[in-house]
């Protein structure tokens, strides 16, 4: 089976309610933000991304919030589903540097029947 | 995966041993990244490439080495197969917008 996410803080959530996952970033100057959806065995899949001139953004269920004051990122998911249940993590790319996207460890998102 | 392949999808194989795994992308995008995603690690950069036959080191590149000959295809090698490459690789490309998709990835097992 799948290793990664193995230690991961675990969200669990009632299908069909609303699910917030959390990320804290480290750099005061990134200036693109990212959030990645990954599913057991598959690569990670982009979901939403905001630029840091913006505080949200909305996409179909999901809506990314930006508060740059505390460098906190968060991805609400409207009416969870089962097919959302995976790992989420943030990225952050600090301007300027083509190599470095900055990625979180990652939250297991647990659906509840 | 936007247009991107990987192989082999799984492989096993011995300490010692020489190893390549390919990136393929039909998005004809300039950029293009090998990660390794690990427990407690998450996706961590091994090299990437800026362009053909441009590339660069990634944060944990030692005892592996890329090439880029043509804008699709990006090689990663690992010369001499040790167990702490044991991991699952992924490939990313960029887009205009700063945004890398990944790959479905590979997972390789070195006994």
Known sequence: GESVGLHLPTLSVQEGDNSIINCAYSNSASDYFIWYKQESGKGPQFIIDIRSNMDKRQGQRVTVLLNKTVKHLSLQIAATQPGDSAVYFCAEKPPNRDDKIIFGKGTRLHILP | ?111
């Open chain 2, 1 to 111: 995966d936007a247009g991107i392949t990987q192989s082999p999808r799984h492989k096993v194989t011995e300490t010692g041993t020489p190893v390549t795994l390919r990136c393929h992308q039909t998005e004809n995008h300039r950029y293009m990244y090998w990660y390794r995603q690990d427990p407690g690690h998450g996706l961590r950069l091994i090299h990437y490439s800026y362009g053909v036959k441009d590339t660069d080191k990634g944060e944990v590149s030692d005892g592996y080495s890329v090439s880029r000959s043509k804008t699709e295809d990006f090689l990663l090698t690992l010369e001499s197969a040790t167990s702490s490459q044991t991991s699952v690789y992924f490939c990313a490309i960029r887009d205009y917008t700063d945004t890398q998709y990944f790959g479905p990835g590979t997972r390789l097992t070195v006994l």
